[in-house]
């Protein structure tokens, strides 16, 4: 089915994705990054001794702080925090450095579309930066359903609010580039395909949700693949941070 | 299961209650491999649900809805306002949701619940999604006059499920709601009181016919945890608080999904799960749904 987006890409087509990591060098950890014209800036410290009142102190706990481009934080924000931090909950190793607090701060430069998607990658990139323990990173992919039942894959803004609706997934990152025959299946599917975060908006069917999915799992695999290269790039040899 | 664990030596000798304090997760693992839970639910039913409408007499529309323990209530005052330029046909819906103190023993004045603000927007994203209020019927005069609906919901008791509690006191209070009259008067819009109809003739109410909202797809939902192989539906905050990954699906009455909210979590969903949810919460839709009947109408009797 062929769809008019109005950048001339084709539905299953992302944006260009741009990944840095080490660019503020006071953080223990950073990253930036943009799909499209969509950039975020995560920073990470941590882990710092102790925990807060009401967190568990048998485990490390995360914090995130999100600021917004302009304006007052509100409630959009707040909201935005609590799902980052579920997610990075659930991806870090919580065991490994009990009574600790890692602080993750997420600073909006340009949103067009897809932001908390793209905040999670950020964040991601930004703890693997700082040297966090992790089970495995996440992918986050943003997909639309539009009325006739097609999806779309990473929408701009304008593309967002005409959809009638749109769904934040996030899938773990599959730690092996190809999955070799009969690898370990849970329930008849790939651990990859299991989803960590789902937020969706807007009213559609239970037959698109499951089409995003597919789609998104698809595009999961790709951006896995980016996130791996980008931080393999790395030389292993320039570890010089100013502590 | 086969591990020697410090626990099973102490559990044989050790009370319920302080079992169930010092390793909650082996009791309600215990607990769940007879597909049962402590509160003598089976894992798919979902607690007791009452809805009582008209509860806040002084507001135009209001309800409590109470979902096992957890309490909700909800009320709704409108005032008429000037429309904004860019939507200058359509009224406005601001939802508030509140924690007071009262609810929990983990909420202390001054020191605002973390879940406070991700329910309201929850609530407010899913009100907009859902489509259930049509803007442009809480218009009253063309770029002049419009109404502004302000909903709060106070929760009085926080035993887990906030959300679908709070979901059903608003939809409740929606179905409630009594439009206030209103009539024009040197060009400015004055509220009606009740009394009055009769006596002053010269001030027709402008809305004298409209006085109810007609409701577009009715939002219902269900919070379901995952644990292992396991999905409770409708949890305790007990249970909450120690199996942490929790999916609320919100489907309305034509069965279109509004909501799947799942944020993070330790415990990955894979489709057969994700359908799974979806399935219970089809089913908890209809209960409520005629729930939520049998209170309109009891109110229409009175």
Redesign the interface.
């Known amino acids: 089915m062929e769809v008019d987006r109005a950048d001339g890409r084709n539905p299953n087509q992302l944006r260009p994705l741009a990944c840095s990591c080490s660019i503020l060098h006071r953080a223990h950890g950073s990253a930036s990054w943009s799909q499209g014209d969509t950039k975020v800036l995560a920073a990470v410290y941590g882990p710092k001794a102790g925990t807060k009142k009401n967190e568990n102190p048998e485990k490390a706990s995360i914090e995130v702080i999100w600021k917004p481009r302009t304006g007052q934080i509100g409630k959009p924000e707040k909201e935005y925090e609590i799902i980052l931090k579920r997610t990075l909950q659930s991806i870090c190793i919580l065991t490994i450095n009990p009574n600790t607090t890692t602080s993750v701060i997420i600073q909006v430069v340009h949103d067009d579309g897809a932001l908390l998607p793209c905040a999670i990658n950020a964040a991601c990139a930004a703890l693997v930066d700082a040297g966090i323990p992790m089970k495995h990173l996440a992918v986050a992919i943003c997909c639309c359903s539009a009325e006739s039942g097609y999806c779309i894959l990473d929408p701009t803004k304008l593309e967002e609010q005409k959809m009638k609706g749109f769904a934040y997934l996030v899938f773990p990152n599959s730690i092996l580039s190809v999955l070799p025959e009969g690898s370990s299946l849970v329930q008849g599917e790939p651990m990859e395909h299991g989803i960590i975060t789902s937020v969706t908006h807007g009213a559609m069917s239970v037959d698109d949700y499951f089409h995003c999915l597919e789609r998104g799992r698809a595009a999961s695999a790709k951006l896995s693949d980016f996130l791996r290269r980008s931080l393999q790039s790395k030389l292993p040899g320039d570890l010089s941070k100013a502590e | 299961m086969g591990l020697p664990n410090a626990s099973e030596d102490l559990s044989s000798e050790m009370e319920v209650d302080a079992f169930r304090r010092l390793f909650p997760l082996r009791y309600f693992e215990r607990h769940l491999a007879e597909s049962i839970r402590p509160d003598a639910r089976p894992l798919s039913r979902a607690r007791d649900t009452t809805i009582s409408m008209g509860a806040v007499a002084s507001a135009d529309g209001s309800a409590l809805a109470k979902i096992g323990s957890t309490t909700m209530l909800a009320a709704i005052k409108m005032e008429v306002m000037t429309p904004s330029l860019e939507s200058p046909d359509e009224g406005c819906v601001s939802i508030d949701f509140h924690m007071p103190p009262i609810c929990s023993p ?1 909420v202390r004045p001054g020191r605002p619940a ?1 879940a406070a ?2 329910v ?3 609530l407010s ?1 899913t009100i907009s ?3 259930m209020i049509n803007l442009k019927e809480l218009s009253l005069v063309g770029g002049k006059a419009a109404w502004m609906v302000y909903l709060d919901i106070y929760c009085l008791d926080a035993d887990g499920a906030l959300f679908d509690a709070a979901l059903l006191s608003a939809v409740a209070a929606f179905s409630n709601l009594q439009i206030p009259t209103v009539s024009l008067d040197d060009g400015k819009i004055v509220m009606l009181p009740e009394e009055q109809k009769e006596e002053n003739s010269e001030k027709e109410p402008v809305n004298k016919e409209k006085r109810k909202l007609t409701l577009g ?1 009715i939002p219902f939902s269900l919070t379901c945890i995952l644990h292992k192989n396991y999905i409770l539906a409708d949890p305790t905050s007990e249970e909450e608080s120690i199996m ?2 929790l999916v609320t699906v919100v489907l ?1 009455s034509s ?12 415990v ?7 359908q799974d949810c ?1 399935a219970l919460t089809r089913q908890r839709v209809k209960e409520l749904h005629q729930i939520l009947e049998e209170a309109i109408s009891g109110m229409e009797i009175d």
Do not use: M, R
Not at chain 2, 255 to 266: D, I, R
Not at chain 2, 268 to 274: D, E, F, N
């Open positions: 983990l973390e603000p991700v309201a927007k929850q994203d999604s859902s489509g797809g942490e990954t309305d069965n279109q999904l509004v909501s799947l909210y799942k944020p993070g979590g330790a990955l969903a894979y489709t057969s799960a994700v979806i």
